[in-house]
């Protein structure tokens, strides 16, 4: 589904965990992070990367999770690091060496043991048991390789209450997990049971409130998507760029009949959209990169981010045209004097932080 890519959207969370609560800086990652792969031995700036030894099926620290993983973007940064950037969970800032599970078995039967080498997540199996740090990370593992663990994540009863000596934000994670696998699936209520669970322990994260109007809106409750598009655009939020929340409104506003309002969206969307521009130097990822005077990766990095930037662009225009089209099948034209009005996104109440992953926006129904 558009608002969720199953090799991306992990790190852009991870990149928002451990706000003011830890003390660090939260990520600028967006709704897609692809996976960076740091430069080889030869290159003398990233040293302390060369020196891992590669990882070991039997003995990985590839599948341990590093402590509180779900709360730190510094602990996910230097895992990566560790890693050579070769993990499901990590950014690729250049075409990595990680094949799929097909191609790494039929590489294998070609003996292509090097192959095995760089891949020991392939093995992770369904986690058993209770919620811990290290069965939700693997969990996430699995979900990033197409391999959501759906049984386990359902014996957990997270739609229940919450175990006593389970962490909260724990807890939380595992519902947003579930959350965006019942939504891969179409189970669009059982998704959005789920988000409603986990608000008040995610609410301060951007991604969360992005992917929340994606799943409030195919539930058919558009005041709420629009509400959370004002949640993820909260002064109260450290936010990241939300590339298709104008694709989101003006679909609300064509499937609510409001079909002029969804043509001045769609252009001010375009407008808003050409302004926009990548501040890749602002990135906690780069900061910590640059930081560790790491050289030639935090320009790739950078590099990468301005790449994936303008395609998020594209792709957010895009969309828009298509609603576009949708339109004009319908028989309606935008109107001959474009709008003058400015995209305002009217909410209830004032940026409380108590009040943000409840924000509603009034949208009436026109059609007949």
């Known amino acids: 589904m558009r608002g969720w ?3 991306f959207d992990f790190l852009i969370a991870l990149a928002l965990v451990g706000q003011a609560a830890n003390g660090e800086a939260p990520s600028i990652g967006d709704p897609v992070f ?72 039929a590489l294998a039967s070609a003996n292509s043991p090097a192959v095995l080498e760089l891949s020991p997540y392939e093995r992770v199996k369904e986690p058993t048991g209770a919620l811990t740090s290290q069965s939700l990370f693997e969990a996430n593992i699995l979900y990033q390789l197409n391999r959501p663990p759906m049984f386990w994540l359902v014996s957990l009863k997270l739609n229940g209450a919450r175990p ?4 909260a934000k724990l807890w939380a ?55 959370s598009i004002v949640s993820a655009d909260s002064p109260l939020v450290y936010q990241i760029p939300f590339f298709e929340k104008y694709f989101v409104r003006a679909l609300s506003e ?48 950078k590099s990468w981010y301005g790449k994936y930037f303008t395609a998020q662009i594209d792709r957010a225009k895009r969309d828009l045209d298509l609603v576009e089209v949708e339109l004009r099948d319908k028989g309606l034209t935008k ?24 924000y509603s926006v009034p949208i009436p129904t026109r059609c007949s």
Request: charged share 25%; glycine share 4%; net charge negative.
């Open 5 to 7: 890519d199953l090799h």
């Open 34 to 105: 692809v996976a960076p792969t740091v430069p080889d031995s030869k290159t003398p700036a990233v040293k302390v990367v060369a020196d891992v030894p590669k990882p070991k099926f039997e003995d990985s620290d590839a599948l341990r999770a590093p402590e509180a993983w779900y709360e730190s973007t510094t602990r996910m940064f230097y895992f990566c690091l560790a890693q050579k950037f070769h993990h499901p969970l990590c950014p690729a800032v250049r075409e990595a060496i990680r094949p799929t599970f097909t191609t790494m078995v």
């Open 164 to 167: 006593k000596n389970v962490d």
């Open 173 to 227: 994670n595992a519902q947003w997990l579930l959350g965006k696998i019942y939504f891969d699936m179409k189970k669009f209520k059982e998704s959005m049971a789920l988000y409603d669970l986990a608000v008040d322990e995610l609410k301060s994260k951007s991604l969360f409130h992005q992917e929340r109007a994606w799943v409030f809106f195919f539930n058919g409750k558009f005041d709420r998507a629009l509400g």
């Open 254 to 301: 064509k499937d609510t009949c409001n079909y002029e309002e969804a043509f001045n969206t769609i252009e001010k969307g375009r407008i808003a959209l050409d302004k926009s521009q990548a501040n890749p130097d602002q990135h906690p990822w780069v900061i910590l990169c640059e930081r560790e005077n790491l050289g030639p990766v935090c320009g790739d990095l």
């Open 335 to 358: 109107p001959a004097k474009p709008s003058s009005s400015e995209i305002v996104w009217p909410f209830i109440g004032e940026h409380w932080a108590d009040e943000v992953g409840y």
